[in-house]
């Protein structure tokens, strides 16, 4: 934060100046260097993420089809991926799709911006965070979360799919997610595509060459990742293969 005018969101509240915490609520839950009086308080908070998960579901319970996008929050507009990201918004709400993101800038932005200019549904999914403020302009649906967990879930409960464009530790987290989620069976015929094959080539070979070559994942796990690099054939593969997905899903 640099400018008074700079906006802090924490949960549903904005927060500005003197009054942006220097500590975020995930981070206050996880320290464990507290006074012994800090128990007490935890039962409070499993009001406040009980709270947290009934938000999400009432907002998104009738988005109908979705998809999430995720991504890199430091791609700026004009960069091949951003752009990349506009378009894929833009097909995915053509195709019938809402777009679901973090709600933050970079690639999430993008895909934002191509579901609300082409009349989609564009909803943001915000995370409290010290290094970021609010959503991007183009989301018209947007929830704010203080825990990662409950927003982590929004993302895979509302989504038939994902498409992951290039990003770092948080892109990578949400991915490996989606993958231990379908490796698990806890989602079934969950289309997950990796948009850009020379980002993604060190990783998918990684996997093969390494993960796959010591046993550590089956061969069913190398089919479960679909590397493109066409925003068109991203939205071909999530909508043959969301069309199993959401005839064999539970409830």
């Known amino acids: 934060m640099t400018k008074e005018t700079d906006a802090y969101q924490k949960g549903a509240t904005t927060l500005r100046g003197r009054h942006v915490p220097s500590t975020t609520t995930d981070?206050?839950?996880?320290?464990?260097?507290?006074?012994?009086?800090?128990?007490h308080t935890d039962p409070w908070r499993?009001?406040?993420i009980q709270a947290e998960f009934v938000e999400g579901f009432g907002t998104l319970a009738e988005l109908g089809r979705a998809v999430s996008v995720f991504g890199s929050a430091r791609l700026k507009p004009g960069s091949e991926f951003y752009d990349k990201g506009v378009e894929l918004g833009r097909l995915l709400a053509e195709a019938g799709f809402a777009v679901i993101t973090g709600g933050g800038p970079g690639a999430m932005e993008a895909a934002n911006k191509g579901a609300y200019e082409a009349g989609?549904?564009?909803?943001?999914l915000?995370?409290?965070?010290?290094?970021?403020?609010?959503?991007?302009?183009?989301?018209?649906?947007?929830?704010?979360?203080?825990y990662f967990f409950a927003r982590k879930t929004m993302f895979v409960k509302y989504a038939q799919g994902y498409?992951?464009?290039?990003?770092?530790f948080g892109t990578l987290d949400e991915l490996f997610e989606a993958v231990t989620l379908a490796q698990t069976q806890k989602v079934t015929?969950?289309?997950?595509?990796l948009l850009g094959t020379k980002f993604w080539a060190p990783m998918m070979s990684f996997i093969h060459d390494t993960l796959y070559a010591e046993g550590m994942v089956g061969e069913s796990d190398l089919h479960r990742l679909r590397v493109v690099d066409e925003p068109a054939e991203a939205v071909r593969i999530i909508t043959s293969d969301g069309e199993t997905f959401a005839a064999t899903r539970p409830e």
């Open 27 to 39: 981070q206050r839950l996880l320290d464990r260097s507290q006074d012994t009086d800090w128990l």
């Open 46 to 48: 499993v009001m406040r």
């Open 120 to 124: 989609g549904t564009s909803v943001g």
């Open 126 to 146: 915000g995370i409290e965070l010290p290094f970021e403020s609010g959503l991007n302009a183009y989301v018209d649906l947007g929830v704010n979360f203080r």
């Open 163 to 168: 498409v992951v464009l290039p990003g770092g």
């Open 189 to 193: 015929s969950f289309p997950i595509v």
